[in-house]
């Protein structure tokens, strides 16, 4: 299985709330990473696991945390949704953090925070 | 500062008409990929092409890394080729994508 799997496809969440996103791959990936995609915008890259390392982005360090309980599966937690979070989160892997290799992206979890 | 810069930012073609996007991009450092993302939200890598030029089907990826450009060209377009194309590299080890802001094509019948 070549894919990257998330869950749900659709979130909806009340502000103040927490949210908790999943994401799977069977590809034994080094590298899991997740991404926030608003209309008409770039993707934005929140934080990434490379093996058990967890690097976050220094502008949304506080707003998201992450847990990698395995190689296989990834997670995105906010602990308190504002309606800024509403968004497309896409969970990407990649074989290795720096080398030629393609990332591979999941179908998104449309979240959206009411 | 902006990073990858695409243009044009939307394109509407006739069907069977041909495309042109550009992706220019800030560092030497490519590991250049081009996206496709479906309308409903998918995001698909259709190239990765750090230098020279690959094809696959009607698509042409060129990339001149010492001039810190890329293009995607679309031959013959089809209503399914409907999206939004974004550009990205890679500009450190740690293995960031940087993406542009994307390229939204509207093919009619």
């Known amino acids: 299985d070549t894919t990257v799997k998330q869950n749900p496809r659709y979130k909806l969440a009340r502000v103040g709330k927490p949210v908790n996103l999943i994401c799977s791959q069977t590809?034994?990936?080094?590298?899991m990473y997740w991404y926030q995609k608003k209309p008409n915008q770039a993707p934005k890259l929140l934080l990434f696991?490379?093996?058990?390392?967890?690097?976050r982005e220094a502008d949304t360090f506080e707003k998201f945390q992450s847990s990698r309980p395995n190689n296989s599966f990834c997670s995105l937690y906010i602990g308190s949704a504002g309606l800024e979070y509403s968004a497309m989160y896409l969970c990407?892997?990649?074989?290795?953090?720096?080398?030629?290799?393609?990332?591979?992206f999941g179908s998104g979890t449309r979240l959206l925070v009411i | 500062g902006q990073q990858v810069q695409q243009s044009p930012a939307s394109l509407v073609l006739q069907e069977g008409e041909n495309a042109e996007l550009q992706c220019n991009f800030s560092?030497?450092?490519?590991?250049l990929q081009w996206f496709y993302q479906h309308p409903g939200g998918r995001l698909v890598s259709l190239f990765y092409?750090?230098?020279g030029t690959k094809h696959t089907g009607r698509l042409t990826s060129t990339t001149v890394t010492n001039e810190r450009r890329s293009s995607l060209h679309i031959s013959s377009s089809q209503t399914t080729d409907s999206g939004t194309y974004f550009c990205?590299?890679?500009?450190?080890?740690?293995?960031?994508?940087?993406f542009g802001a994307g390229t939204q094509l509207i093919v009619i019948p």
């Open positions: 092409n750090p230098s």
């Open positions: 990205a590299f890679r500009g450190s080890a740690l293995g960031r994508l940087h």
């Open positions: 696991y490379y093996d058990k390392i967890l690097n």
């Open positions: 560092s030497t450092a490519t590991r």
């Open positions: 590809m034994n990936h080094d590298t």
């Open positions: 990407a892997s990649s074989p290795d953090q720096g080398a030629g290799s393609d990332y591979t």
